[in-house]
């Protein structure tokens, strides 16, 4: 996990200023990670809750590794 937080106002006003990336070995680790949330239990459920209510603005995306282990190279059309 990272946190990085934007300096002295530098890039478009679209960034939000703090930025939190979670990596994953895998989708799997992903899914596990998932179905521990989903829960919605406590203590979990209670971690869960006092972060959301705090946060504001926010977006997310998903990335993956580029190129991928799937990806054919040579065949190419671009």
Known sequence: MGITRRKLGLGPPTLPEWHVMLEFE???Q?????????GRA???ESLHHAVNSRVRNVSFALYRDFPDSVC?????KF
């Open 26 to 28: 895998g989708l799997a």
């Open 30 to 38: 992903l899914d596990l990670a998932f179905g521990e949330v989903a």
């Open 42 to 44: 406590d203590p979990v």
């Open 72 to 76: 054919v190279r040579g065949q190419e």
